[in-house]
C-alpha cells in the first residue's frame, strides 16, 4: 500500500521515450544544412539539458556563428519536422515505461516536465494510448526558463496540486529524471529526485537520492519508501 508517495513528475525524453538519439539526428540534419557541426559527444556532454531553443543559442555561442530570432524559429520548425518523421517511423517508448506508467497513475497523479515541444509528447503518449493518465503536461515554452532552471518543476508540481484537489508536499513527490541538468531543476523545486541511467551512467546524476536502469526497473514501493525518509533540505 502506497502511504508516502504522493505525486510523480516524469521528465520525457530519456525517460519515457527513447527520443534522445532522434533529436540528435534531427539538429545534426538541420544544422549540417547550415555548415554547423554537432557531434553525439558534444551532444550529450554540453547540450542536452536545453530545449530545442536554448540548444541552438548556446551552440551558436560556442561556434561563434550569429543567430537572429528568425533563423533560430527557422531552425527551430524545420527540427521539429525532421523528429517528427522519425518518431513516425520508430517505436520510441522504453521498454517497461507504459506498464509503469499505469501502474503508478492508478495510485497517484502524474504529470511531465519536459522540454520538448508539447504536440511531440502528446503525439507520442497519445498513440502509446496514456495521454489520458497524466494530470498535466509542462513543455517547452511553458515556463520562461527551461531546465536546469526549477521553473518547469515548479509549474508541474503548482498544477499537479491544483488540479488533482490535494494539499500535495514536494518532499513527498518524485521527478524522475536522466540528465544532471533536470535533477538540478527538480531539486531546485524541492522534489525528491530519481535518475535513470538510459542517457547517462550513474555517477553523472549525482543529485539523485535512487538510481535506477530505467522505468522497467522502478516499483512504486521503492518511490514511497523515498519518500517515507526525511531527504536533504
Not at 544544412?33 to 530545442?52: C, F, N, S, V, W
Not at 533563423?71 to 517497461?96: E, Y
Not at 542517457?199 to 530505467?214: F, I, K, M, N, R
Request: hydrophobic share 45%; with cysteine; proline share 5%.
Amino acid at each position: 500500500m502506497i502511504s508516502s508517495l504522493q505525486a510523480i513528475v516524469f521528465d520525457f525524453d530519456g525517460v519515457i521515450a527513447d527520443s534522445e538519439p532522434l533529436h540528435l539526428r534531427a539538429f545534426q540534419q538541420i544544422l549540417a544544412e547550415e555548415r554547423i557541426e554537432l557531434g553525439a559527444t558534444d551532444y550529450y556532454a554540453r547540450y542536452l539539458g536545453y530545449d530545442d531553443v536554448g540548444l541552438l543559442q548556446a551552440l551558436a555561442i560556442d561556434r561563434g556563428v550569429t543567430m537572429t530570432d528568425r533563423q533560430l524559429t527557422d531552425l527551430v520548425a524545420r527540427k521539429g519536422v525532421r523528429l517528427r518523421q522519425m518518431l513516425h517511423d520508430d517505436h520510441v517508448l522504453f521498454p517497461g515505461a507504459v506498464e509503469f506508467i499505469r501502474c503508478a497513475a492508478a495510485e497517484v497523479p502524474l504529470a511531465i516536465a519536459s522540454g520538448a515541444l508539447k504536440p511531440e509528447i502528446l503525439g507520442i503518449i497519445g498513440a502509446a494510448g496514456i495521454n489520458e493518465l497524466f494530470t498535466t503536461i509542462v513543455a517547452a515554452g511553458d515556463t520562461p526558463q527551461s531546465k536546469p532552471s526549477p521553473a518547469p518543476y515548479r509549474l508541474a508540481f503548482e498544477q499537479l496540486r491544483a488540479k488533482s484537489g490535494r494539499d500535495l508536499d514536494p518532499r513527498r513527490c518524485v521527478a524522475i529524471e536522466d540528465s544532471r541538468w533536470g535533477l538540478e531543476s527538480a531539486q531546485g523545486a524541492g522534489l525528491r529526485c530519481v535518475g535513470v541511467t538510459n542517457s547517462y551512467p550513474a555517477d553523472e546524476l549525482p543529485q539523485a537520492e535512487l538510481v535506477v536502469s530505467g522505468l522497467q526497473a522502478l516499483t512504486l514501493a521503492a518511490l514511497d519508501r523515498l519518500c517515507a525518509t526525511a531527504g536533504h533540505a
